[in-house]
């Protein structure tokens, strides 16, 4: 092998801009299918500005077939931690499921927000662009654009109840908070078991530094994505957590079928209701 010269110039390669993740790539295909089916319906929630870029937040709602009275509004959002795309991917999917089968969702209006934290999402971190937690930052007044939008949401549609979507990467199985009636607790069980058919229960005493009862934390921390509290009737309210480092397919499936218990689950209990 002939050694280079002394005199050789070498090339230098300007260091590149860390690669970012594609908001398009998931939310493109879910637009085009709003656009072409009467059951959903897309649109932006407002826009902000972070340096250079404009972004807004997308918000998808699907109506069921009627069931009667006034359909349950149902919120669920995913991606407000950029880190944790398990919970997007999820709820594209089970959106694209309702497609296929709309009876899945009789009687309810989903409202659906699959990337809650679009710099974070782009950048693969947990916080916004802006250093943020957004998790920690409702009801605070915050000024952090992604939570003003979201807390008028959460204000406007009164929802019967709220559904987050994350991932834990100190956990090794699935748990969640609960907060709201004890209904809340009453749906977090079957959704744990409906979703051990793809990954196990984390049974700890202890999660996440909170007291645990076969991975159901009641409470949680404060400034979470949440009902405002003026709100009434309470809604219920669950945060839903898969084990970060399991493989991404297994944490979809088990997200899909959380979800798809959730809504059955209340389906039953509201019906019961009625006929008392």
């Known amino acids: 092998m002939i050694a280079p010269s002394p005199n050789t110039p070498r090339l230098v390669t300007e260091p590149q801009r860390p690669r970012r993740r594609s908001i398009a790539a998931v939310i493109a295909p879910l637009q085009e299918f709003a656009q072409s089916s009467p059951q959903c319906l897309t649109n932006n929630l407002g826009s902000f500005r972070c340096g250079n870029d404009s972004y807004s937040l997308a918000r998808f ?133 409906a979703a051990e058919k793809f990954l196990h229960r984390n049974t700890r005493v202890v999660i996440d530094g909170f007291r645990a009862r076969r991975g159901l934390i009641d409470g949680g921390y404060s400034g979470i994505l949440s009902a405002p509290s003026e709100v009434s009737p309470v809604p219920f309210q669950l945060t839903f957590e898969t084990p970060a480092h399991a493989p991404l397919h297994l944490q979809v499936e088990a997200n899909v079928a959380a979800l798809h218990c959730i809504m059955a689950e209340y389906r039953t209990v509201m019906s019961i209701a009625s006929n008392i």
């Open 61 to 193: 709602i699907f109506d069921g077939p009627p069931s009667g009275g006034d359909p349950i509004r149902l919120g669920i959002f995913a991606g407000i931690h950029g880190d944790e795309p398990a919970g997007t991917l999820a709820l594209v999917r089970f959106l694209r499921d309702l497609a296929k089968n709309p009876e899945r969702a009789a009687g309810y209006r989903i409202y659906a927000y699959p990337i809650c934290n679009p710099t974070g999402f782009e950048d693969n971190t947990r916080h916004s662009r802006q250093g943020k937690d957004l998790n920690r930052e409702f009801w605070r007044a915050s000024d952090e654009p992604e939570v003003y939008l979201l807390e008028q949401e959460l204000w406007t549609h009164g929802f019967h109840g709220i559904v987050s979507l994350h991932s834990d990467d100190t956990s090794e199985g699935l748990y969640g908070f609960v907060n709201g009636p004890d209904l809340s607790k009453d749906l977090l069980e079957p959704a744990l078991w």
